[in-house]
């Protein structure tokens, strides 16, 4: 195993094509840091960015079988597919989150990203993107996997970083996991 330390934004094309070459799965688990700079400062679209990239590399390689690309997204980011119930003023908020806070719309880019330009028919990509709840550090605990949020933006269940990366890591293990999550957004919440 070969550990490279860089920011991915600084790889060259040729050297991203390099590092996911032979991979049967790339997990994004970026994020901005949650300070002024971090949110309004660059780059701003970092997800949405790494996300295409990724991606792209991924189909340069032309891989005989698709890598799986997993996404680590946010709650917050509604899934347009599902037409997801969500408060009137969860929505308003969204769209407020959307149009001031430039994390939130990256998230929002990089899922789109997904959906619309890789899409489900891609010969060397498919895709999951994992919606965590309020994350918090804590062990590895039970939790549920949902198609849609069901609760609210104020009343969700946090949900631990180690349960993020065992349900990451078990999409990737679990063939038959994986055939019921690809080309999805999953909700992933502690249980109570």
């Keep these: ?7 991915i934004l600084d790889l060259t094309d040729d050297e991203l094509v390099e590092q996911v070459d032979g991979c ?4 994004s688990c970026l994020g901005h840091t949650l300070n002024f700079s971090g ?22 390689n032309t891989p005989s079988k698709p890598t799986k690309f997993i996404l680590m997204n946010t709650v917050g980011v509604p899934n347009s597919k599902l037409n997801e119930k969500r408060q ?9 989150l959307h149009h001031t806070i430039p994390p939130h719309r990256d998230n929002e880019t990089a899922a789109e990203h997904l959906r619309i330009n890789v899409g ?22 039970s939790y549920e996997i949902l198609h849609s949020p069901n609760t609210g933006i104020f009343t ?11 349900f990451m ?12 999550w690809k080309y ?3 909700v992933i919440m502690n249980t109570k």
């Design 120 to 141: 489900e028919h891609n010969k060397f990509v498919e895709w999951c993107s994992v919606r965590p709840d309020t994350l918090i550090n804590a062990e590895v605990s």
């Design 156 to 166: 969700g269940r946090p949900t631990t970083r180690a349960n993020v990366a065992h």
């Design 88 to 96: 009137w003023f969860e929505r308003a908020l969204l769209k407020t």
């Design 184 to 186: 999805k957004t999953p």
């Design 1 to 7: 195993m070969k550990v490279v330390e860089a920011n």
């Design 169 to 180: 890591m078990k999409l990737i293990e679990d063939t038959i996991l994986w055939d019921t």
């Design 39 to 60: 949110m309004f400062g660059h780059p701003r679209a970092l997800c949405t960015e790494a996300t295409r990239r990724l991606c792209d590399a991924i189909e340069a």
């Design 24 to 27: 049967n799965a790339v997990v």
